[in-house]
């Protein structure tokens, strides 16, 4: 039986996020090595919740009968962190990255995961917000505009 075309953007859409969440979770720890003192908390609850949130949506891509992607051994970072606002800048990015996955899940999904993942979505954009110290009036979609004019 082939999945409907809705349930196969919904899936495609979810691995999008896992790989997200993945790539978040391997950023994140190059965050906490250069985060500020005062802000390693943060980036360590952070790192859990994109733990948390990985580990979910692996679940779910197996309940929706695919194979959950794994991570990556090395992910590239966007430019080279040397301290801590390098350490803030991608965080923010992380998390807009984040948010843009989980904004197309919204798009894909219903009922229960798409609550989940517009969720996911506010988490994401408050941490984004608050490692950069000003929110964005459409989280999830900013980046995607950058995308469009830089492409």
Known sequence: MTPEPSAGRALEAAQAALAAEHAAAYGYGVIGARAA??????????????????????????????????????????????????AERLAAEIEDRVAGAYSDLVRAAEGRLRREAADALSAAAVRAARWRGVGVAFPGLTERGERARTS
């Open 37 to 86: 003192a005062g802000r390693s908390a943060e980036a360590r609850e952070a790192y859990g919740g994109h733990l948390s949130r990985r580990d979910a949506l692996a679940r779910t891509v197996r309940e929706m009968g695919g194979a959950p992607r794994p991570a990556e051994v090395a992910y590239a970072l966007p430019f080279e962190v040397r301290g801590p606002a390098d």
